[in-house]
């Protein structure tokens, strides 16, 4: 064998060491990418309406929603117009409803856009609460805001920028007093 032989010899042998290994190698399975797994809802459901009592058997309190979704890995349920009314442990109901809502796996509810916080007994001093953003803690009835908070009754109007409230005592904290009228009956 000649130079050129060896030469070609060599080079092939150099080559088959290289690539004998890509060639033995096992092929492994395509990996399902769970990257944005969290993103997609457990389930979904349209025209939701939900009914939740206490311990007790009373009814705590409704849920209605035009859609909702359930994020289990990120722990809470995004809602398209949510409607809740809460039932304070005397009874009294509270109804709320806004454009958007996300609730916590914490029984922690934010709501944002077009936000009313209704009383719906008659005889009430605070007739209704209306804001951009609100929390509400489910469990011990209160809220809370650092937006800009309209509360009216009967006989005025108060305007606060921020509020913590407590549903069931009525009693509420402005954050920052912006503007009271009083409205005097004849």
């Known amino acids: 064998m000649n130079r050129i032989g060896y030469s070609i010899a060599f080079i ?3 080559v088959l060491i290289l690539y004998l290994p890509i060639l033995f190698e096992k092929e492994e399975a395509p990996s399902v990418s769970t990257d944005g797994a969290e993103l997609i809802p457990n ?19 409704r849920v209605a929603a035009t859609r909702m979704e359930h994020f289990d890995q990120l722990g809470f349920a995004v809602f398209d117009n949510p ?44 007739k209704e609460i209306t804001t951009e953003y609100i929390e509400i803690n489910l469990q011990d009835k209160t809220l809370s805001s650092d937006q800009l ?38």
């Open 12 to 14: 092939f042998t150099v």
């Open 43 to 61: 389930y979904s459901a349209i025209n939701l309406s939900s009914k939740l009592y206490d311990k007790s058997g009373k009814l705590s309190h």
């Open 83 to 126: 409607v809740y009314t809460l039932y304070l442990d005397n009874g009294e109901p509270w109804q709320i409803t806004a454009d958007e809502g996300v609730l916590y796996n914490n029984n922690r509810i934010q709501l944002e856009k077009n936000v009313k916080i209704l009383n719906l007994r008659t005889d009430e001093y605070v």
């Open 149 to 186: 908070v309209n509360i009216s009754g009967v006989d005025y109007t108060v305007k606060s920028i921020g509020l913590f409230g407590d549903l069931a005592t009525q009693q509420y904290e402005l954050k920052e007093h912006v503007q009271t009228q009083f409205y005097p009956r004849p």
